[in-house]
């Protein structure tokens, strides 16, 4: 009977001599975390003795950080008990002789405060390995986590809207878009195993400023040929040269704004001095886009749909997709015109020399948000006020219960500004439902010529051309892909991914991926090599059609067992904390353990068909960990 039910897990159980699967709070999942199972256990040993809270017993019990200490902790001054010292070795010694009753523990070792709890090794084999073989690429995932009610599965799940990546037409893609597009990939896809329903929102800069200064480039120097033979270059070019031709004239409005005199006078003054040149040209543009310009309109709508049919084969090349490519340009009109009248019925909303503004320094804002402007002195929308405004356009198309943002810690004080404005407006309720992960400084990549990567192509060919190098001179590793020449992209995809989501997300991170396209040790190409190792060996060497768990060796694997038997905490930490990097350290820690059970320069010695149960399932939790964290896998069984 298969596990992956409760009359299934109790009968397994059953036959291991373990009675009852002790479900003591709705916080535990027996059906999707193993480790719940101990856990349930102690917590039930726990409360039969000293009549605790089921929570309290449950949050008493943790993961040990070294296996030589134990599989689990259980720290009774959590126990929250209110004993002396003496007293709590006392219930220690009464936990130590009752959790040594059970066949799922060794006795355990009372340690001052601490009691360590192993389990037994006779039992995890024939528990662990059928309860990944039922569950295969599910291990690991959850639904419950994603549920209105974890305790009740009908209740629904929940919703989530995630933007992230979120380039600007004819701008740089920079190091901090593609960390965002990595880390947001992987937040999506760690989501959606653990039971959330997720759209993928790619929220591109189409609209604005940037776009009106964009139509005056094309429209002074534009080419046709150059377009069509590197259109995204091309934009970009044009866009930074009229860009180039700008700055003078916002040089001279800054002189004017930093004179002394009657502030109304100087006002006067920046009016008529952006009423002419490049800078008027430039929001002739913009205004005749907010109006509707058939001409206008055709031209942004030209740019648009060309860079979203472009991005979308290029961020194929990463295993990356969007549900959804939005844009400034589709914010409504009735939305922009709710959060104005909104913050005008709040008394927030204040003109301000002919532009509209919110003082949020006024309004118990924290310190460093200043005034945002909403809409500048010619009447043309800000970028502020159509992200304010997009947050109640996606409530309206997906009533979402939670939706992040995933930018740049340089974006930090326009996203809480985004969310006090929300507050101001008198909706706490989206405020609250908004989270923010950021991330900190990325180093710009530069090529040997002394050029910085301007495009995600840029990027994409940079890591093709590492990862075709390191197969070409790896030729030995290489070969344990199925076909080397065709997994070059995602060989370096992966290289790059490991690469960027290794460190802690609010570190400074370089883009020099010299040490990153390796078969070194904690590295993307090491990971698909392993992989790619297990699933040639699984090819060749499958294990028995009536699988016989008793017969592994428990004492061969008993530190792998203990580690594959984490992935499922291993993968709720990174979702809890939305930092990919100990999911990461836990996959290396795998292949550690791998490497030591079965050297580079051994083939696969004396294996047996128990083995290859060992194996598949190790295979299967590294293929689950890559796919959370939104790595393509190369191999195939």
Known sequence: ???????????????LNVSGLAPVAASTDVLHNPIDIYRSQLADTIIGLVHSDPQVALDAIQLSNEVDNGDLVITLPRLRLQKTADELEEIGNELTQQVSQSPLFTVPILDGALLRIFLSQKILPSLLLPYISDRGAAYGASSSLGLHDASAPKSG?????????SPNIAKKFTGAHLRSTLLGAHIA????????????VNYLGDWGKHIGLLAVGWQRSGSEEAFAADPFRHLLDLYTEVDELLKPELEARKKIREEKGDPEVIEARVAEHDAKGLNAEKDAWCKRLEDGDPDAVALWRRFKDFSIEQYVQLYSRLGVTFDEYAGESRVSAASIAKVEE????????????????IDFKKHGAIKGLGKGVLRDRTGLTSYLLRDIAAVLDREEAHKFEKMIYVVSADQDTHFKRVN????????????AASQYVNFGHVQELEFPDGRHAALLSDFLDHTRTVASALLETDVERAARFDDPVAVVDQVGASALMVHVLYGKKQGQLSLDLTEAATFDANTGPYLQYWHARLCSFLRTSAGPAVPDYSA????????????LAQYPDAARAALRNMEPGPLMTYLFRLLNELSGLLPEDEDWPDASASDALVYAAARQVVENGMNALGIPICSRI
């Open 552 to 563: 592994v060796k428990s004492e061969n694997y008993g530190d792998l067992f203990r580690l």
């Open 342 to 357: 909104a913050l005008r019925e709040k008394g927030v909303y204040e003109e301000d020399h002919g532009a509209w503004v």
């Open 1 to 15: 009977m298969a596990t992956d039910t409760l009359n299934g897990l109790e009968s397994l159980l059953g036959g």
């Open 157 to 165: 799940t929940g919703k989530l809207l995630i933007e992230f990546s």
């Open 189 to 200: 896809a760690l989501h959606e195993r653990l039971g959330w329903e997720v759209t993928r």
């Open 420 to 431: 006090k404005a929300l507050q101001l407006m008198g909706r706490e309720d989206l405020a």
